[in-house]
Structure formats: structure tokens, C-alpha cells
């Protein structure tokens, strides 16, 4: 398969008032950048670390389509049933509590083992097994849309050791990220030991 990643970085995304970096921001330049500038109308993945000092955020981004974006770069990778591949990724990890009586509500996961439980749950309808994975970072993000209540988005970054085992669905968990809250930044897979034709 084929996919196109450009690295770039979103400015002028915090206000000296704002308490916390507010990562919608990062959520509408993305889409302002491929949806408006690139007219991507494919399914799209992203990942960013935030710069503090600079108010910005240096942020990768994975599409199966070009955007023909300055430095955008071409990259043929391959997947095999039975492949090992390590990797790292954002994952979204909240679960859903409906107490007797209460409507349902989401709640952060904060326990290592059952941030990777999450992970297994939705490893095999992404066409991967995993072997062994740890958790080595929390990262939640801040969203505040507007003038609405802003509100914090669970999640955790794991380090992982996984075996492909249906090719076909790992090529869309690859391009198009894995989990939920992707449009926010979560789930893409960074692999660590693939060979690439890049261009």
C-alpha cells in the first residue's frame, strides 16, 4: 500500500489567558489544512506534540492520498500475515459507567493494565495481535470548543510488540488510525521496525 505522511507545525494555537493548551485548535487547522486546502475526502490520521513555549504543535500526518503539501513524503509499506512489528501509539482510553439510576458517563482508564486491556480489545478488528505492550506516557488532550465547558480526553501512550494477522484490515488501521477520538489526534500507529520505500 501507499501512503503519504507531511510533518508540519500548527502555530498560534494557545492565548496567553488560556489555562491549558487547548488541542482543538490542532483538530480544526489539520482539517482546515487537508479537508479545505488539499480537498482530502478520504479517511485521514495524525499525531502532534505540543510546544508550550512556542504555542504550537509539530504534527505528522498520514493520508492514502496526496496533498501535494510542501515535503510531503511517498511511502510504500507492505504487511504480512504472521509479521512481527513494533510500534508506538496514542490511544483514547475511557470506558463507559452507567450507574443504576444515572445516565452514562465517560471515565478516564488510569491503570496501566487496563490501558493495554483497551488495547487488546480492539487489537484483532485491526488485524493485529499483540505480544506485549507497556504504557509510557499518560496523554490526555484538553478540548474546549468555543465558548462551551472545556473537558479532558483520556488517553495513554503505549509502547507495542505485535504480530499481523489479517493483513488487509492492518492496512486501514495503519492509514487510518485505530481506537476513537481520532479526529483529535489518537491512534495513529508509529511503527518502529518497518522497511519503507520512501520517496
Not at 23 to 48: D, R
Not at 64 to 83: D, M
Not at 172 to 189: H, P, Q, Y
Request: proline letters at 4%; glycine letters at 6%.
Amino acid at each position: 500500500m501507499i501512503v503519504f505522511e507531511n510533518l508540519t507545525t500548527m502555530r498560534r494555537l494557545r492565548s496567553p489567558s488560556d489555562k491549558f493548551f487547548n488541542s482543538y485548535n490542532v483538530h480544526c487547522q489539520v482539517e482546515k489544512l487537508l479537508v479545505e486546502g488539499a480537498q482530502i475526502n478520504t479517511p485521514f490520521a495524525y499525531t502532534f506534540v505540543l510546544n508550550n513555549a512556542s504555542h504550537s504543535a509539530s504534527t505528522l500526518i498520514r493520508t492514502i492520498e496526496a496533498t501535494n503539501l510542501p515535503g510531503e513524503r511517498r511511502r510504500e509499506v507492505s504487511f504480512k500475515n504472521g509479521q512481527p512489528l513494533s510500534f508506538v501509539v496514542a490511544l483514547h482510553t475511557s470506558k463507559s459507567v452507567n450507574a443504576k439510576g444515572e445516565r452514562t458517563r465517560s471515565v478516564a482508564i488510569t491503570e496501566p493494565d487496563e490501558q493495554v486491556k483497551k488495547l487488546e480489545a480492539i487489537s484483532t478488528k485491526n488485524g493485529f495481535k499483540v505480544l506485549d505492550a507497556q504504557v509510557i506516557d499518560n496523554h490526555s488532550l484538553f478540548i474546549k470548543k468555543g465558548r462551551q465547558p472545556g473537558f479532558w480526553l483520556a488517553g495513554a501512550k503505549l509502547m507495542v510488540k505485535a504480530e499481523i494477522i489479517d493483513p488487509v484490515s492492518f492496512e486501514v488501521a495503519f492509514a487510518e488510525g485505530i481506537g476513537s477520538k481520532k479526529s483529535f489526534g489518537f491512534g495513529l500507529i508509529l511503527p518502529l521496525n518497518l522497511e519503507t520505500a520512501d520517496e
